[in-house]
């Protein structure tokens, strides 16, 4: 199981970067995936879901109304569209897996929202 987030850096307030992250190694499609963050000095959190094909997610109250997961079941990619960003959402983004009851990670994006 291979995951690649990018998309990060820094955003001015109110930015609206969006995040990708291309998988491999398993059948993309029958998987939920999720994309998680840590700011510094903080437990990773869970932001968003998205069932395996497509039509049910879920947010974190902190970002609800703001980012979307999406993702492409043909390209192997999952997305987080990240709209109105605050500075509290400053962290290392990655996006996760559940496989064969073991937890897979990318190596994280950075996302620094600052002016």
């Known amino acids: 199981v291979q995951l690649v987030e990018s998309g990060g850096g820094l955003v001015q307030p109110g930015g609206s970067p969006r995040l990708s992250c291309a998988a491999s190694g398993f059948t993309f499609s029958t998987y939920a995936m999720s994309w998680y963050r840590q700011a510094p000095g903080k437990e990773r959190e869970l932001v968003a879901s998205?069932?395996?094909?497509?039509?049910?997610?879920a947010y974190a109250d902190s970002v609800k109304g703001r980012f979307t997961i999406s993702r492409d079941n043909a390209k192997n990619t999952v997305y987080l569209q990240m709209n109105s960003l605050k500075p509290e959402d400053t962290a290392v983004y990655y996006c996760?897996?559940?496989?064969?009851?073991?937890?897979?990670w990318g190596q994280g994006t950075q996302v620094t929202v600052s002016s």
């Open positions: 998205i069932s395996s094909a497509g039509g049910s997610t």
């Open positions: 996760s897996v559940r496989f064969q009851n073991k937890y897979y």
